[in-house]
């Protein structure tokens, strides 16, 4: 006997099944994505070898960041939650205002989480060395140059946390969070602004880009402060904006289709362009002629037929 693919052995009376619109289903994926979060986060990395004339790991240690995690927080998370809830509600028809609001932050929250897990996951599998390791390490004087060693070998710094933070430099955590959530930010304010119509002003595609541009430089401050090899930014950058596409695609049509700015699953009447109320004379004229056809026939009329 074949499985329903679409509820793959669910009960078919179940609230998910019955509303598909609500994505219950991504509900309880998100409070998994955020659960695993924090476990995942500190996991040990792993720990390679590196030479101490390695000239690509040693760069200074940054003491302030030019965007710290918290910061990272803000502007790629509680930033896109402000500013679509802000509009969803500003601009919305009311009959599908909720719902609209409602997908648009399920949709952001699940990028921002996905994009999080998956790389600190990543990163601490991969254990590449950061551009300050050997500052964060401090070895041992008078080692020779030329041979690989283990941190536990020739490293003087007591601060644990900090020095096995040192491995886990790809891909970058603050590129990849900033694209994802600053990235479903500008792929949803494309949708809301309607920038793919000929029929609108440019000046909103240039609005709907600002997240990316702000991304960018959270990205690029990485180098900066010496946390991130270019290509550990650029890998996080791309998957970060990758994941943020992928989940916005589920969530809503492509940018150039009829209705962009309308979730997927949403069942509401809400078009476009709504048709303008009739006048009262319009409606009177309307109701009058309706009247006139539902008269009964007079003697003449029944004599001619």
């Known amino acids: 006997m074949a499985i329903d693919r ?21 509900v309880i994926l998100l409070s998994i ?11 040990k990395p792993f720990e390679r070898q590196f030479s101490l004339n390695d000239l690509t790991i040693s760069h200074p240690y940054t003491l302030v960041e030019r965007v710290s995690d918290t910061m990272l927080f803000v502007y790629s998370l509680v930033v896109p939650l402000i500013v679509v809830v802000a509009i969803g509600f500003a601009m919305a028809d009311s009959r599908h205002r909720n719902y609209l609001v409602y997908i648009s932050v399920l949709g952001l929250l699940v990028t921002w989480f996905s994009t999080t897990l998956f790389t600190n996951f990543i990163k601490n599998w991969i254990g590449r060395l950061r551009p300050d390791f050997l500052d964060r390490c401090q070895p041992k004087a008078n080692l020779p140059l030329n041979i690989m060693f283990y941190a536990s070998e020739v490293c003087t710094n007591e601060n644990s946390s900090l020095l096995l933070d040192g491995f886990r430099t790809t891909p970058s955590g603050h590129s990849s969070a900033s694209f994802a959530g600053l990235g479903y930010l500008q792929l949803w304010l494309s949708g809301q602004l309607l920038i793919k119509y000929d029929q609108v002003g440019f000046w909103r595609t240039y609005v709907a880009m600002l997240p990316l541009l702000g991304a960018s430089l959270i990205a690029l401050s990485r180098t900066q402060d010496y946390r991130h ?6 890998i996080g950058s791309v998957l970060g904006y990758w994941i943020a596409y992928s989940t916005y695609r589920r969530y809503f049509p492509a940018l150039g289709s009829s209705l962009p700015f309308k979730p997927l699953l949403d069942d509401s009447k809400v078009g476009l362009v709504e048709e303008a109320p009739m006048s009262p004379q319009q409606q009177s004229i309307i109701t009058r002629t309706a009247d006139e056809e539902m008269q009964p026939l007079t003697d ?4 001619g037929i």
């Not at 003449?300 to 004599?303: F, L, P, S």
């Open 229 to 234: 090899h270019f290509i550990d930014v650029l």
């Open 300 to 303: 003449d009329e029944n004599v």
């Open 33 to 43: 994505l955020v659960i695993f979060s924090y476990p995942v986060y500190y996991q």
């Open 6 to 26: 679409l509820r793959l052995g669910g009960n078919e009376r179940s609230f998910s099944y019955r509303t598909p619109k609500w994505r219950i289903s991504d």
